[in-house]
């Protein structure tokens, strides 16, 4: 395959067979909506390098200008960043229409779910995080930030059986935080 995106812990690639869909695509009478979306891949991608120091209350002329131009993209990784950054913004509206763009493109992407979950945490939708959460944890039972956010999402909405769950994969993956989790779970 071809490398996608990654963090250093895991990576996500375009599977090969998918290679014959993009010659198919590569001929010349696509050649303007090629470069109009290689523009709009470049605006997106200068704009969220602007935006990174801006924590918070971005323009509202900044925020236009990163929603068109990431949506024009149609790039999933630039889906996932624009989903972070409106995030990050607290314009969870934003996040989720990117990062559940970015999951039109690949239901099983890794890093689009963790976000989309996080998103969910932040802006306290937990009956829409735990779907999302329970199908990250089919792909990365060990990861201990999905792991803590499904204690948490549990216990929040006082589901055993999902507590049981995470409870069962921390005692595997992290045996050393089943205690606390544990507490937090009989006090919930």
């Given at each position: 395959?071809?490398?996608?995106?990654?963090?250093?812990?895991?990576?996500?690639?375009?599977p090969i067979s998918h290679l014959g869909a993009l010659i198919k695509n590569s001929?010349?009478?696509h050649a303007e909506a090629f470069f109009a979306q290689g523009k709009a891949i470049r605006d997106c991608a200068d704009l969220?390098?602007?935006a990174g120091p801006v924590a918070r209350d971005p323009a509202p002329d900044l925020v236009a200008a990163l929603k068109a131009s990431c949506l024009a993209s149609g790039n999933k990784m630039l889906f996932d960043q624009a989903?972070?950054?409106f995030g990050q913004w607290w314009?969870?509206?934003?996040?989720?229409?990117?990062?559940?763009?970015s999951l039109a493109l690949d239901p099983d992407s890794p890093n689009s779910l963790m976000s989309?979950?996080?998103?969910?945490?932040?802006n306290r939708e937990m009956e829409k995080e735990k779907p999302i959460?329970?199908?990250?944890?089919d792909i990365d039972p060990q990861s201990s930030q999905a792991l803590r956010l499904a204690v948490q999402v549990a216990g929040v909405l006082k589901?055993?059986?999902?507590?049981?769950?995470?409870?069962?994969l921390m005692a595997v993956h992290n045996p050393a935080a089943v205690p606390m989790a544990q507490s937090f779970i009989d006090s919930a």
């Open positions: 395959g071809i490398l996608a995106a990654g963090d250093g812990d895991m990576s996500e690639i375009i001929k010349t009478d969220l390098y602007d989903g972070q950054k314009m969870f509206a934003q996040s989720e229409m990117f990062l559940r763009k989309l979950a996080v998103t969910y945490h932040l959460l329970a199908r990250y944890l589901d055993r059986e999902f507590a049981d769950r995470a409870l069962a």
